[in-house]
């Protein structure tokens, strides 16, 4: 059935990327780091300062949950709840969606920052085999902060964020995923010198004017 609703998706992502990437080729910077380790808040701070898109795949993925309608809502909230990983195909497809969306309103929009991918090894061969060609990977901006940190800033954020995997148990597993899937990634990356590593355990602006350093110098 999964296969099944996967291949329906596949088959209704427009092919408009495909076409505006004869014209420019997107270029993405994939932002990883652990849950709380602040990717939202600096993101949100780089598209105030630069021409950057910030995507989340997170949030794509969380919207996607609650869309009324929605054939993978239910599949995705089981995912997200038991601190798991949705399957690629289902990601990617969220992904194309929004850059070509963005990309088609906005020809100067062609600078992007995807937030929280890829998270492991079934991610990045997803993405080489899906957007090989497509867009330009410029690097990983990596932020590093300590699990006790990470937890903390978290269940501070469930306070008031809604998040119903913003809990202690959540979070656990959420960590425990993203030392087992998503930081042999980073490690990839960095093999390839295209890894920039942040502090993230220090303030938001002091954070930052790391990014701006790193984001300034690569421009």
């Known amino acids: 059935m999964l296969?099944?609703?996967l291949g329906n998706a596949s088959q209704?992502?427009?092919?408009?990327?495909?076409?505006?990437?004869?014209?420019?080729?997107?270029?993405?910077?994939?932002?990883?780091?652990?849950p709380g380790a602040g990717k939202g808040t600096q993101c949100s701070k780089i598209v105030e300062a630069?021409?950057?898109?910030?995507?989340?795949?997170?949030?794509?993925?969380?919207?996607?949950?609650?869309?009324?309608?929605?054939?993978?809502?239910?599949?995705?909230?089981?995912?997200?709840?038991?601190?798991?990983?949705?399957?690629?195909?289902?990601?990617?497809?969220l992904l194309r969606k929004a850059m070509e969306?963005?990309?088609t309103?906005?020809?100067?929009?062609?600078?992007?920052?995807?937030?929280?991918?890829?998270r492991n090894e079934d991610n990045l061969q997803g993405w080489n085999r899906v957007m090989d060609g497509k867009a330009d990977v410029k690097f990983v901006l990596f932020f590093d902060c300590s699990n006790e940190v990470c937890i903390n800033r978290c269940l501070e954020r469930g306070k008031s964020s809604g998040r119903t995997d913003d809990n202690r148990?959540?979070?656990?597993?959420?960590?425990?995923?993203?030392?087992?899937?998503?930081?042999?990634?980073i490690e990839q990356y960095e093999k390839?010198?295209?890894?920039?590593?942040?502090?993230?355990?220090?303030?938001?602006?002091?954070?930052?004017?790391?990014?701006?350093?790193i984001l300034d110098k690569e421009a």
Do not use: W
Not at 16 to 34: C, Q, Y
Not at 192 to 213: I, N, P
């Open 12 to 34: 209704r992502v427009p092919s408009l990327l495909k076409r505006v990437s004869l014209i420019m080729k997107p270029k993405v910077i994939f932002v990883l780091g652990g």
């Open 192 to 213: 390839h010198g295209k890894v920039r590593t942040v502090d993230a355990s220090r303030s938001v602006d002091e954070v930052f004017g790391e990014v701006k350093a």
């Open 101 to 103: 969306e963005t990309m």
């Open 105 to 118: 309103k906005d020809e100067t929009k062609s600078c992007f920052l995807i937030d929280g991918f890829p």
């Open 169 to 185: 148990e959540s979070l656990q597993k959420r960590i425990q995923t993203y030392l087992l899937s998503t930081r042999p990634i």
């Open 50 to 93: 630069y021409n950057y898109t910030h995507l989340s795949a997170g949030d794509l993925l969380r919207e996607e949950r609650g869309r009324a309608g929605s054939e993978f809502g239910q599949l995705i909230d089981t995912y997200i709840k038991e601190g798991q990983i949705v399957p690629v195909e289902i990601t990617i497809s």
């Open 3 to 5: 296969g099944r609703l």
